[in-house]
């Protein structure tokens, strides 16, 4: 019995055929084509790939799209739409670490840092963690990690500067409030926090590390001379010596000749 073929919408996008009618491969391919595949040979008209088409348009389109692909060189995976599923996501997921590389855990990153450097172990291990979170190759973990010690490198390099000019700035900033007391409050100051870091049991190296570091802050400075002159009201004129060991004693002049000017004074 002879039935009539499908047709394809006037857009070229054919629609399911319908129960019980012919499909259009029925009235184009003969009965006695086949595709041979496997030893064994298939009737071109009930291939389930050629069924998919839904017109002569459809086929057509899809011939020419593949051909317009060859010669071309395909890499990576193809995009996800904007609807895909969950599942989806995550085999796209699997099959991007699977291209990049990605180890299947953190612990299989080989991360190597510069001759004579030692990397701190928890920071490794978190960033081994990191780099596995993010999907990151092994080649990419590594160059992450050799532009962070080359960042730390390049950091600690240039903080000797940097001390040197919040220093200037904190003295400058305290010349504006004290004036012409400057250097008697930042005296005040250094004893006020000599005598307080030897009553909470310091050591000398202890105590000229907060030197150089309350020096650098102006707040720290007012506290601390405050403190100072505190301790000056209560000791006797003869016993201010005792605020700080005459090995150890350093005028203001000093401490900022020896920091800020490297001992050519100011």
């Given amino acids: 019995m002879t039935m009539e073929a499908s047709t394809a919408p006037g857009n070229g996008n054919g629609a399911e055929t319908p129960s019980g009618t012919q499909h259009w491969l029925e009235n184009v391919i003969p009965e006695d084509a086949v595709w041979t595949q496997d030893g ?3 009737p071109l ?3 389930p790939v050629l069924r998919e088409f839904q017109s002569p348009a459809d086929m057509a389109r899809s011939l020419l799209n593949a051909r317009s692909l060859v010669g071309r060189k395909t890499i990576g995976l193809t995009p996800l739409p904007d609807n895909a599923t969950e599942e989806q996501k995550k085999s796209f997921e699997a099959e ?3 291209i990049a590389g990605v180890p299947d855990s953190p612990e299989n990153y080989e991360i190597t840092m510069p001759e004579g450097r030692d990397a701190d172990p928890h920071f490794v291990d978190w960033f081994k963690k990191a780099a596995h979170g993010l999907a990151l190759s092994p080649q990419q973990a ?3 990690a050799q532009g962070y010690e ?4 390049e950091f600690l390099a240039g903080e000797p500067r940097r001390h040197a000019r919040q220093l200037v700035a904190s003295r400058e900033e305290l010349h504006g409030l004290w004036g012409e007391e400057l250097n008697e409050r930042c005296d005040a100051a250094f004893q006020g926090l000599d005598r307080t870091a030897r009553t909470a049991g310091l050591d000398p190296r202890e105590i000229k590390a907060l030197h150089e570091k309350i020096a ?5 400075m007012r506290l601390f001379s405050a403190v100072g002159q505190t301790f000056s009201e209560d000791t006797l004129a003869g ?3 005792s605020f700080r060991p005459a ?3 350093i005028s203001t002049e000093q401490f900022f000749a020896e920091n800020v000017f490297g001992g050519k004074g100011a």
């Fill in 40 to 42: 064994k040979d298939v």
């Fill in 45 to 47: 008209r009930e291939h």
């Fill in 96 to 98: 991007f670490r699977r």
């Fill in 142 to 144: 590594q160059g992450l």
């Fill in 150 to 153: 080359q960042m730390v490198e």
């Fill in 216 to 220: 650098e802050s102006p707040e720290m």
């Fill in 239 to 241: 016993e201010r010596g």
């Fill in 247 to 249: 090995g150890e004693s």
